[in-house]
């Protein structure tokens, strides 16, 4: 046990005097979520739009006067031919341009339709999809209003509510993501470098040829990952909570503890890399390229696996983080208890004893 | 009991074997010996070693320390040795106090306990126990990795390559250390590739290419050496020592620092040189004893032949 922990307290020396990369393991998190939270996000907010509108009318005027009155849009121009319609594309000025054609009101009142037309810029698909869903969910607002109360035969309305979201906010999307992500990139990462660190050394050849077994140098290893990772979940907890105002809605017991089962998973993910890498480069790349891309691909976080082709999804399957961000954006977002994720859990749990006892199993005793 | 038996060893790299680290080696260490293990680069010094303390395994052939198994007692040995190896291999950003601490711990003992061992070694690094390991110099390090090595009053000391890149005067200071510790009863198996270096052990194995060549005590392996030598010089170096390759009387030559051992043949005298008809301009001869090296030379060259 003294053994144990005077390897335990050499490796928080080794963490406490590489103060650089003390200072990326724990600002990490932070960074992150200032660049998912605020700049990265998929939120439209402040669009700049151009109107061109020949009519100048009382309802053409109204309709523009609430689009700009919506947080979503701002009138950036109003344009006076159609050639200008493009020319503001083309500079990418405009995101959204909405055209009346002359006479809007009189068409409106006289033959009871008039068309307004949407052009939105396209090359990012997602964006334009939102930017015209807003805009016609508030020409439609407009329009119901105007009818008032006048019964229209064979109307079908749609109501929608947004459940769990309902500001339909990114943060709560990412922070779950972001946990997955900065406990895989501390624990598998930092845990299989350190090991090949002290092979690339040669400090591992003298440790073998001591009394210290093998599998305590590995655990004494992961102890202070496993500390820096807590605090790097309270930091996400409390910045999601109290900067992104993401509620924790579920029990925080429980995602603390989910948070720790899957810590202990990427840990004995960087154990394995560990005993198969030999370099510290190499043992980067793997972590790199076989487990952060797939977490950032596969784990749902960045694109919805539903949409996938059957053998990506398939593949998800085996991606420990999607598990983690299923139950932890279950918990935290839905509020849901144990009885609703206990099979995610027991995924989680299952792939813990199985990489466990690889790692342990292929954990080698000798130098080759 | 043997301190250390290593017998018909065999040790390949690579998928087929291909390349022939430790060839059928055997030989045995009285306990409290001085044990050098004598050989150029690439000998196999550093296989055999990691063989001895349990981080190789051999492709055929047993080897013991202290009695026990390296393959079955693995654990047992393990306990019980003292290892430093080639490379300097304490944590760069631990000071020598706390690189010290932590390998007296590891091996569950403390400083205090064993301080008598390492005293004489550590009293020179102790003006600079607050500094980080990686910011000693060469000589201190091996110091240092010596004491963290000794800590825990092994059985048996394994030092591979203490002395390649220290100065001179740090070497001559090692080697003192080691009597020191050879008084205190420990038994110390140590490799170099400096030939000049053997005479300071009580024993000698000559290694070359995976094949032991000799073991024997430094005095018995010179004495051994049965032909004539002769320290040979001449103005023009180059031109000599081609001259005397072609020459009748020779065995064999070549270059010795600032003059060429010439190894007679059997029945040659010195006088068969002095009379030898040549044109060199300001010949020196001057027969010598041989030392370690001319006889790893030789016995490499029987080896080839």
Redesign the interface.
Known sequence: M??FL??VK?EF??IW??KSTLLILLGMPVVQIVIFGFALTNEVKNSRIAVLDPSKDASSLAITAELDASRYFDLEKNLVNFAQVEEEFRRGKIKLAVIFPAHFADDLQHFNKATVQLIADASDPNVANTLTNYATAIITDYQARITGNKQLPYTIQTEMRMLYNPQMKGAFNFVPGLMAMVLLLVCTMMTAITIVKEKE???M????????RPQMVVLAKAVPYLFISSINIATILLLSVYALEVPINGSLFLVVAESILFTLVSLSLGLLISSSAGTQQTAMFISLIGLFMPTLMLSGFMFPIENMPLPLRVISNIVPAKWYYLVVRSVMIKGVGLQEIWKETLVLFGMLVFFLTLAIRKFK???? | MKAVTVDHIVKTYGKKKAVVALNDVSFSVEPGELFGIIGPDGAGKTSLF?LL?????ADSGSATVDGFDVVKD?KAI??R?G???G????????SVE?NL???A????TSIEKNYELIREIYVQIEPFRKRKAGKLSGGMKQKLALC??LIHRPSVLFLDEPTTGVDAVSRKEFWEMLKGLKEQGITILVSTPYMDEAGLCDRVALIQNGRLLSVDTPSAITAGFANPILAVKANRMLYLLNRLKEADFTQDVYPFGEYHHLVLKKGKRPEDVQHWQNDQEHLMIEPIKPDIEDCFIALMKESHA
């Open positions: 003294k053994q005077s390897f050499k020396f080794h005097r590489d050394m040669g400090t050849e003298v440790m073998l040829v001591s009394p210290m005793i000798r130098l080759a | 990691r303390t349990t981080l190789l395994l693995y393990r306990n040795v290892y430093m190896p490379r300097f291999s304490l944590y760069p950003d631990l706390e601490n932590f390998f711990t590891i091996f569950n963290c090595a």
